[in-house]
């Protein structure tokens, strides 16, 4: 059963195509669709001290720090990565620090902060699903990065919902039709139906889909996807998965990947990859993009270990829409309905046939020699496509596999379409950073190593052994590498064909999420503090402990 989940973000970023340091992040990956975890930004720090804790309190004592320009409080558990837009910070967590004692107890939480200061400015808060941790494992909280266009905020949430939120909170009025923000807070919990009255510290929402009601999807342990727009459509994974028999697989006929309308939080399209029944234990992929010949393509990691592209733009025909499981049975119902669908351009298995039968016998999953599914978001960068397979840590280590991938071919280009593999790494569900500068590829694995390959070979130059888990992914920027571990260690690289350790700081606690870099400061999240890092900088302040904050002043 899944103890932890991961970013899975949980896990990608974009391709060089920025030119200037003062740019936001504004989506997991920045500002390409590419997903490549990259920034062109220049004067990062080479290390940093963040500090130590006041007496007796959760609060960094920013006297202690050095390049740290503001720390904040988080929760307990925080797998989601920060994002940077218009002046403020976004980041998932859970509720172990409340900001407001109308809402105690478990809760998935997004903190927004102030991107120059680090003060408190407004929460969505998301309350658990009843069924539990079969769809909504405790204490985890938020595991989606958000996606922010203007003054709109896209986000899965941890009860399977796509939620489209204001920037500015409810600071600045209730915009939309949706109006019941109070209700959304207390649904399943014990303060449902008294009636709470939202304040300006509370989330704005625009509108809600929720995937679990609409298409009968069924998400083990945990919901992620962080969300991705292209040529104005949103596209999502659905983290449709099985039950906790992992055996069987509740919505085989689910759609696994889908496509809203940005404005209304409609449904547009939905996959004709037919994943359900091949389900190997979840789906936690997040959608990247490529232009390939003038076309958009949509990639996403299959919880069948399948690497797919899509049409971004939806066909038109008939299939089966889904009516949600009735309560107190297994059915699943179907009924025809024209509807619109991704189509597939490509697919790529990323389970070579070793992985998969051995001595004449089926290799069980989970199984350390054996099949895995995709948990990293693809990565689109100058024409190929690089991916790594592997499983949720919880299952530990097993043997995995990094490819490229020719995006120009069409239908099973598992054997004719990939560029080059390499084994050496394990299981991952990290997303690979490229360095434009160099051509080189990072990618961290989660037994604890870092690989550095040649983008076009795949050739290896070093391999440097963290000796603790990753689950986040490599950041490259200013010619160096930028990665955390479970042990809490922060650790720079030289971005060379030569391996180089620059500096390694622990930052007491475990760190699950990646490195970002907005408007030439650099955010490093562990499981209880956010950090803004910045070459010389000088502190700025820290916001009060979450206990003394009056949030309906």
């Known amino acids: 059963m899944l103890m932890k989940l991961f970013p899975i973000l949980t896990v990608s970023a974009i391709a060089a195509c920025a030119t200037t340091q003062a740019q936001d992040w504004p989506q997991w990956g920045g500002n390409d669709p590419g997903r490549n975890m990259y920034s062109p930004a220049r004067g990062l720090p080479d290390s940093f001290d963040p500090g130590k804790l006041k007496s007796g309190t959760e609060e960094i004592d920013l006297a202690t720090t050095q390049n740290v320009k503001w720390a904040v409080k988080l929760g307990s558990q925080t797998y989601g990565n920060p994002v940077v837009s218009g002046g403020k910070v976004f980041v998932g967590t859970n509720n172990e620090s409340p900001r407001d004692k109308a ?10 902060f102030d991107e120059k200061t680090g003060e408190f400015l ?40 796509v939620i489209c939120l204001d920037t500015e909170g409810l600071r600045n009025g209730n915009d939309g039709d949706f109006k019941d923000e109070g209700a959304y807070m207390t649904k399943d919990t014990p303060a449902e139906g008294s009636g709470l009255e939202p304040g300006p510290k509370d989330a704005d929402i625009i509108w809600v889909y929720d995937m679990m009601d609409e298409l009968g999807v069924f998400p083990h342990n945990a919901a992620n996807s962080s969300v991705i ?16 028999t992992h ?17 209304t939080g409609s449904l547009v399209a939905e996959d004709n990859a037919g994943v359900g029944p091949r389900i190997f234990h979840g789906q936690w992929t997040s959608p990247s993009a490529g232009l390939v010949n003038g076309k958009w393509q949509i990639y996403f990691g299959g919880g069948d270990g399948v690497c797919y592209a899509f049409d971004a733009k939806p066909q038109k025909g008939t299939g089966a829409a889904i ?8 059915t699943q119902m179907t009924e025809e309905t024209d509807i619109d669908y991704l189509k597939k351009v490509w697919w790529a298995d990323l389970n070579p046939p070793e992985y998969k039968v051995r001595d004449g016998k089926p290799i069980k999953y989970p199984a350390a020699e054996g099949p895995s599914e995709i948990n990293s978001t693809p990565v689109f960068y100058k024409g190929r496509v690089y991916v790594a397979s592997g499983q949720d840590p919880e299952h530990g280590e097993g043997v995995g596999r990094l490819v490229c991938i020719d995006p120009t071919r069409k239908g099973d280009v598992t054997k004719d379409g990939i560029v080059w593999e390499y084994r050496g790494v394990k299981r991952s569900i990290s997303t690979v950073s490229i360095d434009p500068a160099t051509g080189l590829l990072f990618i961290a694995d989660f037994s604890g190593f870092i690989h550095c390959l040649d983008v076009d070979t795949g050739k290896l130059n070093w391999i440097y052994d963290m000796k603790a888990h990753m689950w986040g992914s490599t950041f490259v920027a200013d010619g160096k590498v930028y990665v955390g571990d479970e042990d809490g260690d922060v650790v720079v690289l030289k971005a060379d064909r030569t391996l180089k350790l620059i500096s390694e700081t622990n930052v007491g606690a475990p760190v699950y999420s990646t490195p970002i870099v907005a408007n030439g400061t650099m955010y490093i999240g562990s499981q209880t503090h956010l950090f803004a890092i910045g070459a010389g900088a000088k502190p700025v302040g820290i916001e009060k402990p ?3 904050i009056n949030l309906k002043k």
């Open 103 to 112: 809402h105690v107890g478990d809760r998935s939480i997004l903190l927004v």
């Open 122 to 161: 407004w929460q969505l808060v998301v309350p658990k699903l009843k069924s539990g941790k079969v769809n909504d494992w405790e204490n985890l909280g938020l595991l989606s990065s958000p996606l922010v266009v203007g003054n709109r905020l896209y986000l899965v949430t941890s009860r399977c919902e």
């Open 229 to 244: 727009l292209v040529d104005g459509l949103l596209y999502i994974c659905t983290s449709n998965g099985q039950d906790w």
């Open 247 to 263: 055996v069987n697989i509740p919505s085989p006929n689910s759609p696994s990947f889908i496509a809203l309308d940005p404005k």
């Open 323 to 330: 009516v949600p499981v009735l309560p107190g049975t297994d």
């Open 546 to 548: 979450p206990g003394d």
